[in-house]
């Protein structure tokens, strides 16, 4: 498996608190992603990177926010968690943007009371 | 923006039967890939095909493209308990940054 750590692993919050998920690579690739996972939805970007400091929104953005000040992290924020942001949040990693296959962290499974 | 639909969502075979799920997207695709995610796993990278009409074998899994670069499908002969899990679909678009999964289809074997 490629070098990828997720932090933490399992979380139980709160609504309205704030929630930070890290992902860390140990495989330099200059892409990285974060997807939620849902039954019945498969997985959806949230945001992606394309380089220290450089990122973009996927098509669930609202209510994320993400920074990478090095390129081994990538960090997901939840502002305020709500409800609707249960979910099982996987990272993932990539040499090239799109082509070519991306390696998946372990994923964090999220759940907000 | 751009949909990738899979079906079925699910599928119980016996071991020994084949298998096949079907991908289709809204727009024309750059490329498409296949992961399998076993249960309580995370998705791992199978295949990608770009061209239009391709064809790719892995031992008991084929997988096609179709020739609208619109849909695949990825077929499996003679299932075994190890194909078990959950087999995604994903769609890069025509910019090439971003992938759109498909819901998944959820394989099933009984031994």
């Known amino acids: 498996d490629a070098g990828i750590t997720q932090s933490p692993r399992h979380k139980v919050t709160e609504t309205g608190t704030p929630v930070t998920l890290r992902c860390h690579q140990t495989?330099?690739?200059?892409?990285m992603y974060w997807y939620r996972q849902d039954p019945g939805h498969g997985l959806r970007l949230i945001h992606y990177?394309?380089?220290?400091?450089?990122?973009d929104k996927g098509e669930v953005s609202d209510g994320y926010s993400v920074s990478r000040s090095k390129t081994e992290d990538f960090l997901l924020t939840l502002e305020s968690a709500t409800s609707s942001q249960t979910s099982v949040y996987f990272c993932?990693?990539?040499?090239?943007?799109?082509?070519?296959?991306?390696?998946f962290g372990p994923g964090t499974r999220l759940t907000v009371l | 923006g751009q949909q990738v639909m899979q079906i079925p969502q699910y599928q119980h075979v016996q071991e020994g039967e084949d298998f096949t799920t079907y991908c289709n997207s809204s727009?024309?695709?750059?490329?498409i890939q296949w992961y399998k995610q076993r249960p309580g796993g995370h998705p791992v990278f199978l295949i990608q095909?770009?061209?239009?009409?391709e064809v790719k074998k892995q031992k008991r899994l084929t997988f096609q493209f179709g020739e609208a670069k619109k849909n695949s499908s990825l077929h499996i002969t003679a299932t075994q308990t190890t194909d078990v899990g959950t087999y995604f679909c994903?769609?890069?678009?025509?910019?090439?940054?971003?992938?759109?999964f498909g819901g998944g289809t959820r394989l099933m074997v009984k031994p």
């Open positions: 993932a990693i990539s040499q090239l943007t799109g082509e070519g296959e991306q390696f």
């Open positions: 495989e330099n690739h200059r892409y």
């Open positions: 990177s394309y380089g220290v400091k450089d990122t």
């Open positions: 727009t024309t695709l750059s490329n």
């Open positions: 095909l770009v061209k239009s009409g």
């Open positions: 994903a769609g890069l678009n025509n910019a090439g940054n971003m992938l759109t």
